[in-house]
């Protein structure tokens, strides 16, 4: 092999090493987009899951305040029927004792 | 030389993907702490998200307990004050008719009475007048008013549901001891009085219970 075959034998071999090297950094950058595109469809997917739970907790949080405060109406509504019954009960009774107490002032 | 200059080949190109797997090794590392970062961060944010829905749950439960409560309660006052406001309209009733009942002198004579000791005049001008009453109906017994006291049959006083006006003879000092006075008096012991007759211990308070598990 003659000394200028040589040389251009290495010449070619380093434009091969180039292109090993080249096409290493260029799936470097790849590798490292996808990983950045990959982090942010994770962070997505954390946040959306945080939201739906935010969410859940904010509707189960209101359907139980509404059944507390149904059973509160029950209440209100047992003690209006109490009312009225003492009423038509005691009428008399508290009409004596106000005029009584209108005319012993 | 043919030998060395493959070995020199060899090397070259040995180097070139030593340098490249360094490359991909590095990049998958950043790769790698990138992904983890940022699920780091979001999870952070998630807890924050979840931390704050925490207590945005807790104030919409309890605004929503306390409003429906803060209505309950309203509508108790309202039936309960209706229930008084029935029984204050029963006993106007009463006492405007009170001229038709059998003991109506003696009331008369009280009325008139504490009018009297009320403005100490020893001749006193003493108006009165009843619904469902004129003025011959006051025939009140001799003695039970003193000596110096003028009567007058006064027609006006009946819309007060009835009652006695005493007033000195100049007309400077007057006290009222109308029925409608008197009610007006004895507002709050009246409210108690016919409160507690009807409702006993019967307090609006049931919503406490809910109140409490809110707080």
């Known amino acids: 092999m003659s000394g200028i075959d040589a040389v251009k034998k290495i010449v070619e071999t380093e434009a091969e090493a180039r292109r090993i ?85 | 030389m043919s030998e060395s200059l493959d070995k020199l080949r060899n090397r070259i190109l040995s180097d070139a993907r030593l340098k490249a797997d360094e490359t991909i090794r590095e990049a998958n590392e950043k790769a790698e702490q990138s992904r983890k970062d940022a699920r780091e961060k979001a999870e952070r944010e998630a807890s924050e998200i979840l931390a704050r829905a925490e207590a945005e749950a807790e104030a919409a439960r309890r605004s929503i307990i306390s409003s429906r ?49 009320a403005i100490g005049s020893d001749h006193p001008t003493v108006r009165i007048g009843f619904p469902k009453a004129s003025g011959d109906k006051f025939n009140l017994p001799a003695g039970a008013l003193p000596r110096g006291a003028t009567i007058v049959y006064d027609d006006k006083l009946a819309e007060e549901l009835g009652g006695v ?43 406490q219970k809910v109140v409490a598990t809110a707080a």
């Open chain 1, 21 to 105: 090297v080249e096409e290493a950094r260029q799936r470097a950058q790849q590798i490292i987009a996808e990983a950045s595109k990959e982090a942010e469809r994770v962070r997505e997917e954390v946040l959306a899951d945080a939201r739906r739970r935010r969410e859940e907790m904010l509707t189960r949080a209101r359907e139980e305040a509404e059944k507390e405060a149904m059973e509160s109406e029950k209440e209100t509504e047992k003690l209006i029927q109490d009312y009225r019954r003492a009423f038509e009960e005691r009428k008399n009774d508290a009409v004596r004792k106000a005029v009584e107490l209108v005319l012993q002032e």
């Open chain 2, 69 to 117: 409560i803060r209505a309950n309660r309203l509508r108790l006052l309202e039936e309960r004050n209706k229930i008084v406001q029935s029984v204050l309209g029963d006993v106007e009733q009463r006492l405007s008719t009170i001229a038709t009942t059998g003991n109506f002198q003696d009331i008369v004579k009280r009325l008139a009475t504490e009018a009297i000791d």
């Open chain 2, 165 to 207: 006006v005493a007033s000195d003879p100049e007309g400077k000092i007057a006290y009222r001891n109308t029925f409608r006075a008197r009610l007006d008096r004895l507002d709050r012991e009246l409210l108690t009085l016919i409160s507690s007759t009807i409702f006993g211990d019967q307090q609006p308070d049931q919503t």
